[in-house]
DNA sequence: GACCGAGCTTACAGCGCTGTAAAATTAGTG
DNA sequence: CACTAATTTTACAGCGCTGTAAGCTCGGTC
């Protein structure tokens, strides 16, 4: 089966090239037998375009390409889904690359535009600082997700993450906790995500008027279950006592919920846990986890109209976007669930 | 800034284009001198090869398609991300085609190559049939994953689900379970993987001389876990008991011990449960889940291997490749456990 | 010192499509 | 029916790169 070219539809329906190509793109300025007949050679044929070459010849590829540290971490299969399904009505394609949080993998990410790859770029950055991104982004559309500080020349998009832990804190407040543990404090992690999150954590604490411990603050030394799970153990073992529980995300607070198990601690009777990013593995945790959830959906939107305004033409400055998020309420920090020490 | 091209580069270091096209690539037969000269240019100009046009030259894309049904299930992002680092590894970047199990994008999947999208494809179908895969797959190269009845002109790699069903009967048998349920058919499901390991279910009691009860067949309305939780807690409302557990899958798994839970059935003391895919879903369960863990790393190497083999020009007929797989055991069925009522 | 062959380098024709501008056709007008 | 305006169709030059085949160098040989 040789490969079927324009031309050779163009010689069979015994029109031009760029008739048949119009036919293929319904331009409107074509006569009803004119779309008759080359229509009839395509069938015939069986052509299909190439799409290596119209690239070439148009200079736009129809890809972008999404960029996440880990594809089977739940929060990034889930938003990854979201974009994909959102591109693919906007008429593109998505590229996912695997940065595995690795700095020169993130840089390479910022060259796949130069190189003709992908119009475009969604770009979860991990390791990247905020100067080396507006170093290498030059004019490559560029719409960050996550916390980090980002520069002025890229779009950004990301959920208020101090109100949302603020949000986090005061629910366990209300349901009477009066030690609230904040889990997820990795060194070396340079996103800031962490960052706001303690934050409103600590700015939630205060606006209950409650104490600040920084013995209430745990380290978790990577980013797994495991070793979230070893760090509560840890902390229960050195007899740091809390009720309240706000993990940095869910994998994290699936591991706590396990040290927790293990320890013989009940949940939500005496540590009422909240997670974060609501995604399937806490949804289906035991008990299920309260999670703070950021409208992935409307992130996912908000980042493509972003980034095609962008590929658009658009040159102006960086755009901060803030989505929505809300705090899904399951058992492990239920709303009117009985307390130890009600006061 | 300007895009740099080839032929610039040529100019400034007063070569020929392909001499430059030589240096980029490495071409063994270029004198030290050229190739500094031109390395200089093309560092001075900050030149990067254009892809595109590349890729239209040698006709060859350097990317291959990964089509699965849903990108956020858990299986399906674990297995990606084991594809992709392969993948890169061989340098090939993969697109990530989610067919949400739509009947008209699986058909698509295949026209991907015809359209010069990439060189190849690894698909995981649901819905379509082999005799449509056949007739669409004409000279594609195409490595089938999952277990469809599959045509001969494509290879296919999987794990024995037959034999990895028996296992995990033999495992719960050994531990003195006698009314062994198998959770997940689907109706409509046209896979076959369900159908495989059914039949290894089946296998296994015979094995153990035990009954087939067709009551034990636990059927779900759809591929969720709550559709799942439903189908428990509906056959434990009408009276069904069993005190082991296969399932067809970690989220169907996952469902099941949240309905166990609801109901106050013992996980694994009253009901020990068995799932599929060794998914992070259920490492994290509660109780973590004994799994069925089919080789992911194998697997995706080896369903590489024989699509670059394609690629490279093989046109054999289709091959078929099980790799291997393991029963992880953890709590929800562990060795030795207590039973209540050991015979 | 003319000749040979191996090793380097070059010129140029595609790869298949689209944008542009010009050519051909049709419709509209007085 | 000639003439202009509007619409449809065409020819062809790229898009940026690579493969091919031919051309050039240069050290070695008799």
Chains 1, 2 share one sequence.
């Not at 060194?187 to 604490?205: F, I, K, V």
């Amino acid at each position: 089966m040789k490969k079927v070219r324009l031309a050779d539809v163009a010689e069979v329906a015994g029109v031009s090239m760029k008739t048949v190509s119009n036919v293929v793109h319904d331009y409107p300025h074509v006569t009803p037998e004119m779309r008759r007949k080359v229509q009839q050679a395509i069938d015939e044929l069986g052509y299909k375009p190439n799409l290596t070459a119209r690239r070439l010849a148009t200079g736009k590829t129809g890809m972008i390409a999404l960029a996440i540290p880990e594809i089977d971490h739940p929060y990034f299969s889930e938003l990854s889904r979201y974009i994909a399904e959102e591109a693919s009505r906007l008429g593109y394609r998505v590229i996912v690359e695997q940065t595995l949080s690795n700095p020169a993998a993130e840089r390479a990410v910022l060259n796949d535009r130069e190189t003709g790859l992908v119009d475009g770029v969604i770009f979860h950055p991990v390791r990247m600082q905020s100067m080396e991104v507006a170093r290498l982004q030059r004019d490559v559309p560029v719409v960050l997700l996550g916390e980090s500080t980002m520069p002025l020349t890229a779009d950004h998009v990301m959920i208020d993450n101090v109100v949302a832990a603020q949000e986090g804190v005061r629910h366990l407040v209300g349901e009477g906790r009066r030690r609230i543990a904040f889990l997820g404090v990795v060194s070396g992690d340079t996103t800031g995500s962490t960052d706001q999150r303690l934050l409103g954590y600590q700015q939630g604490l205060v606006d209950a008027k409650m104490p600040l411990d920084p013995g209430l603050v745990l380290s978790v030394s990577d980013f797994t279950p495991e070793e979230s799970a070893r760090a509560v153990g840890d902390a229960l073992a050195s007899g740091i006592a809390f009720d309240g529980l706000i993990c940095r995300d869910d994998r994290f607070a699936t591991g706590a919920l396990s040290a927790l198990r293990q320890a013989g601690v009940q949940v939500p009777r005496d540590v009422a846990v909240v997670g974060w990013d609501d995604t399937e593995l806490g949804r289906w945790a035991s008990p299920p986890l309260t999670s703070i959830a950021p409208d992935k959906r409307e992130l996912a939107a908000t980042a493509l109209e972003l980034l095609l305004e962008r590929i658009g033409g658009y040159h102006g400055v960086g755009r901060h976007r803030i989505v929505s998020h809300a705090l899904t309420i399951r058992e492990s920090a239920p709303l009117g669930a009985p307390v130890l020490q009600p006061n």
